[in-house]
Structures are given as C-alpha cells and as structure tokens.
C-alpha cells in the first residue's frame, strides 16, 4: 500500500469512514514519516505490526484507535526505537499483554494515556523534557516504601513539566503514591484529578505554582477549601461530579488571593458553603449547578463585589 509514499513525512487519518481498517505491514516503509495519527479509528485487529518500530524520524504518534472485535488494542514494544519522538498518544485502553519499554524516549515532551499496567513508572524520570503528563487507568508505584515515603525515588525528573492529569475509570488510587508523583511535579500549573483519592494531599505535597484545578469524582469526605486556598497563584478552580460529598465547605478570609474562576458542579451532598468576608477579592465567575441540597448564601454575593458573570 505504501510502496509508492517512501518520501512521505505527514500522514493523518482521523476518524470517519467505514469501520473495519487495517494498518498494513508496509507502514514500516515509511522510514521518513514525521507525523502519524490513527486517532478515532476501528480496526479490525486489536493488534499493530511491529514494523512501526521502523518510524525512528517520528515525532508524533497518536495511537489513540479501537478495535472493532476487543475493547483494547495490543501495541507492540517497539515505540522505545523511536527516540525522535516528542508527542505519544496511547490508545485509551491497552491489551493485557502490552508492556512498553518508553525510558529511551528523552526528547518527549507529551505523553498521554501512560498506566502502569502497561508501562514502567522508572522511565518517566528518564523524559527529562516531559511538558505534559496524562495518566489513564492504574497507577501503581512498585517496591514502594510505605513506612518512610521520602526514602522513595523521585518519580518525574523534568523541570518542564507544566501539566499533569490523571483519569482512572477502574477504581482508586493510593494517596501515598499519588502524593509521591505530585512530590515530583513542583513546577506544574496545571493539575486535573478525575479519580478516587477519598482525601486531598497535604498542601507541602502540591506545586505551588498551580494555577488551574479540576477535581472531579475524587469523593473528598473533607472539606479540600482550605488546602486550595493556600495556593498562591491559583486562578480556576473546578469541583465537579463527586469532587466532594461532604455536608460542609467553608472559605475563611482572604482564602484564594488570587482565585477568579469557581464553578461547582454536581456536588450532590453540599448542603452549606459558608464564606467570610474578605474571601475571594478576586473572583470574577461563579458557576454552580447541579447542588440540589446547596442552601442559598446571600452573604456570598454581598461579599464579592467582583463578579462579571454568575450562573446559578
């Protein structure tokens, strides 16, 4: 199929068409391809040829494909030749049997849907480039020290990193091993948990240069208000689905300094939200729906006197 396209340095095939596609064998030919994306894709085979290993030029793979006959797709261990690469998009779901050997991959600078389930937690401290970070699934840190957490190996060694978001459909995360990871991204500003951690860790474990948050299904049983508003530089904060499912939030005076997005979403315990006056002198936008027990507070927008745009 591509005996014709030796030359070819950008292929981008993207959703839409007919089901049932097969990535040929001869992809390999390919030796000067820069660019491939695959995303949105149903394959017929849950399975890609090895020859993808033959790309050493690329600098973006987007694997993000499905199959039509398994709910995940097999890669197979050849990315780690492709030390070119600096943008990696996994595919959301990995066969059981893939297991990725990325630590040669020095030059990347994003990496999504990495899991340690099918990858090794040791080879991100080796990206010393890595600018944004997706974790998808399991994370799991192997030969963790429980007993003494600062006797543990820094997991993330890029002083680039600026984003990091972590989605896990199938269940919790330890706490410990996510405050370890986040130990590791002190220079991040942008921070999404979209997972079971039943508690937020403690502020010293959290960069100080945050200045986006959003926390959805975390299922916080403590008030997580006072941790977030010792963040200096924090502009946007979003609680979302779940984020919460205590009775009570409180924000104390001069909380969040520099905070001028809030939105609140699908909190469905929240029951008050006390706020003192002097709290959020920033605040521009207030979003809050879905908080069907929430009572009304009309100290709230007697005390902000910044607001351009409320939905409530």
């Not at 396209?5 to 292929?11: I, K």
């Not at 006959?69 to 030390?83: A, D, E």
């Not at 389930?117 to 840190?141: A, P, W």
């Not at 990871?181 to 951690?197: A, G, M, Q, R």
Request: with cysteine; aromatic share 8%; net charge positive.
């Amino acid at each position: 199929m591509f005996n014709n396209f030796n030359f070819l340095r950008v292929l981008d095939y993207e959703g839409g068409g007919e089901a049932g596609c097969k990535l040929p064998n001869d992809i390999g030919k390919l030796i000067h391809l820069r660019f491939l994306r695959l995303r949105g894709l149903d394959f017929m085979s849950s399975k890609l040829p090895s020859s993808l290993g033959n790309l050493r030029c690329l600098q973006t793979l987007d694997l993000r494909i499905k199959s039509d006959h398994s709910n995940s797709i097999h890669v197979p261990n050849v990315l780690w030749r492709m030390q070119q690469l600096r943008h990696l998009y996994l595919p959301e779901e990995c066969n059981r049997k893939t297991k990725l050997k990325l630590g040669t991959l020095r030059n990347l600078q994003t990496l999504v849907n990495f899991n340690t389930k099918n990858c090794y937690v040791k080879d991100l401290i080796k990206m010393t480039n890595l600018r944004e970070l997706e974790i998808r699934g399991s994370f799991n840190i192997e030969d963790f020290n429980t007993e003494e957490l600062d006797k543990n190996p820094p997991i993330i060694q890029s002083k680039y990193l600026h984003s990091l978001c972590i989605i896990n459909d199938e269940g919790r995360i330890d706490p410990r091993h996510l405050a370890h990871l986040l130990l590791s991204c002190e220079n991040i500003s942008k921070l999404w948990l979209d997972v079971e951690i039943r508690r937020l860790p403690e502020y010293h474990y959290l960069s100080s240069n945050l200045a986006y948050i959003k926390l959805r299904r975390c299922k916080f049983e403590e008030d997580p208000m006072p941790t977030l508003a010792e963040l200096p530089y924090l502009s946007m904060l979003e609680l979302h689905e779940g984020a919460f499912i205590g009775k009570e939030m409180f924000c104390s005076g001069q909380a969040f300094a520099k905070l001028e997005s809030l939105s609140l979403k699908g909190l469905n315990f929240l029951e008050e939200w006390k706020v003192s006056e002097g709290a959020m002198p920033c605040l521009r936008r207030l979003e809050i729906e879905f908080c069907g027990r929430l009572k009304k507070n009309p100290d709230l927008l007697r005390f902000i006197a910044t607001f351009q745009e409320r939905k409530i």
